[in-house]
């Protein structure tokens, strides 16, 4: 849906950090059906909410959609059918400046502004 998986990997292991070196984000949905396009708003969306203070250039993100290949499954407990459901999307952002070559660091923002320049 967006980014580049082999690149975000590669920074990830390429970081010289321990514990948390990512946030994974995942979003589920109920509808039975969801259309690619909107698939790809959601992502559009999220992506602009969630990355409002930061640069194109100074982040990494990858996203992907883990579409089930079987829209039901046998349940032998209850004798009966177990709908899965469409969609668990997942978003992956490494903590990593790409421009500064540093861990990223998470700054409130206000009205478009770094917390900096809050007074």
Known sequence: MAGDLKLTDA???????????????TLAFKE???????????TDEFRQFAMTAYALDKYSFYAEA???????????????????????YSHVIPEYNLLSIEPA????VRQGRSADQIP
Not at 32 to 42: F, G, H, K, R, T
Not at 68 to 82: D, S
């Open 11 to 25: 920074i990830i292991n390429g970081m010289d950090k321990q514990g948390e070196r990512y946030l994974h984000i």
């Open 32 to 42: 039975d059906e969801i259309s690619p396009e909107l698939l790809q708003a959601i």
């Open 66 to 88: 883990h579409l089930p290949r079987l829209k039901e499954k046998l349940h032998q407990p209850a004798n009966g059918r177990v709908h899965r459901a469409q969609a668990a």
């Open 105 to 108: 660091e998470s700054k409130p």
